[in-house]
C-alpha cells in the first residue's frame, strides 16, 4: 500500500477546523475530535486498506514473533500452499497439550491476546503468509506507515487523499456538539454522506451497504 500523494495533513484539518468555526487555543480538543473520528472511520468497514496480504512470517517455535501492526489474522497458509487451519482456543488446547513434544505442519493454529500459536511445534524454521487486518495506522511526513492514531503535525491518514476531509466533517460534528450547537446535526450529516461515498468508492460490492454508522455519543 502506497502513501497518498497528497492530501490535509493533521495541522492542516485543525486550520481547517479553526479557520471554519473554532477560535484559537483550541488544538487540544479539535485532535481529540479529529482522533475520535478517525477510530470511527476505521472501525466502520472492512476498508481495503486495513488489509495486509499474505505476508511473510517466519517460526521457528509454536509462538512466532507477530507484526507489529497485527490486530486480527484472517488466513495463514504454509510456503508449500497447504492452509493452516484455524482452531477455536479450547479446542486447539486439547489437540495440542501444553506437554505435547510432537513437532511438524504446523497444521492448525489458535490466536491468544493477538498471539498467533501453531499447532505443532515446527521441527524447525518455517516460512508462511499470514494475512491480517493492522491496528490503527497513518502515514507520517516520510510516507512511512505508522501504527497508530495521528499525533504530529506532519501525520497524514491512511486512506486516499480525497477522503480526507470527511475528518474536517466529522470532527466539526463533533466539537459542535459538545458546545451544544445546533448546527452539528447538519455536520453529521454531511460526515455520513462523505463516509458512504467512501464506502462505496472503497469496498467490494459485496461489502458495500448503505447502512449508516452511528452517531457518536458525546
Do not use: C
Not at 46 to 67: H, Q
Not at 108 to 125: C, D, E, K
Not at 208 to 213: A, F, H, L
Amino acid at each position: 500500500m502506497s502513501a497518498p500523494a497528497s492530501g490535509m495533513s493533521l495541522l492542516q484539518i485543525r486550520t481547517e477546523l479553526n479557520e471554519q468555526r473554532f477560535g484559537p487555543n483550541m488544538d487540544s480538543s479539535l485532535s481529540r475530535w479529529i482522533r475520535l473520528r478517525e477510530g470511527m472511520i476505521w472501525s466502520d468497514s472492512e476498508w481495503p486498506f486495513k488489509r495486509v496480504r499474505r505476508s511473510a512470517l517466519s517460526a521457528s517455535t509454536a509462538t512466532p514473533t507477530m507484526p507489529s501492526a497485527h490486530w486480527k489474522t484472517v488466513s495463514l497458509e504454509r510456503s508449500d500452499g497447504v492452509e493452516v487451519t484455524y482452531m477455536r482456543p479450547v479446542d486447539f488446547n486439547r489437540a495440542y497439550p501444553t506437554n505435547d513434544s510432537s513437532t511438524g505442519g504446523p497444521d492448525a493454529y489458535t490466536v491468544l491476546n493477538g498471539q498467533i500459536i501453531l499447532g505443532p511445534t515446527p521441527s524447525g524454521s518455517i516460512s508462511l503468509y499470514h494475512s491480517y487486518d493492522r491496528r490503527p495506522s497513518h502515514y507520517n511526513d516520510s510516507d512511512v506507515l505508522t501504527v497508530g492514531t495521528m499525533t504530529l503535525d506532519t501525520d497524514y491518514p491512511v486512506y486516499p487523499a480525497e477522503y480526507h476531509y470527511v475528518l474536517v466533517a466529522g470532527a466539526m460534528a463533533s466539537g459542535l456538539k459538545v458546545q451544544n450547537d445546533p448546527t452539528w446535526d447538519a455536520l453529521e450529516q454531511e460526515f455520513q454522506q462523505l463516509l458512504n461515498l467512501m464506502r462505496e468508492d472503497l469496498l467490494p460490492p459485496d461489502q458495500y451497504s448503505t447502512n449508516q454508522y452511528g452517531r457518536d455519543g458525546l
